[in-house]
């Protein structure tokens, strides 16, 4: 499946949006591009400079927004910085 990949990033110019519409449309599924180390909300408000207040209520649906990467990665997807804690020490966010 890594030749979908491929082709995906060609027929699309390489831009990660149309890429993931071009393996919708030719895999019958959305590939989830995710971070390889899973963050909290609070670190992420953290990375980006921003408060969040911390709350002792419990979450009601703890797993709402956790993805799962891995059929990207069998598609050959291999990020180029793989954390958010890596983008952000390289001012690539």
């Known amino acids: 499946m890594t030749r979908a990949l491929g082709e995906a990033l060609t027929a699309t110019n390489g831009t990660a949006t149309n890429a993931n519409c071009w393996i919708s449309q030719t895999c019958g599924r959305n590939p989830n591009i995710v971070d390889e ?14 408060s969040c207040e911390p709350s002792a209520e419990p979450l009601t649906n703890p797993w709402m927004g956790h993805l799962d990467g891995s059929f990207a990665r069998s598609l050959g997807f291999q990020p180029t910085v793989p954390t958010a804690y890596q983008a952000s020490r390289e001012g690539a966010l």
Do not use: L
Not at 39 to 48: G, L
């Open 37 to 50: 180390a899973p963050m909290s909300d609070y670190e992420i408000a953290e990375i980006v400079d921003v």
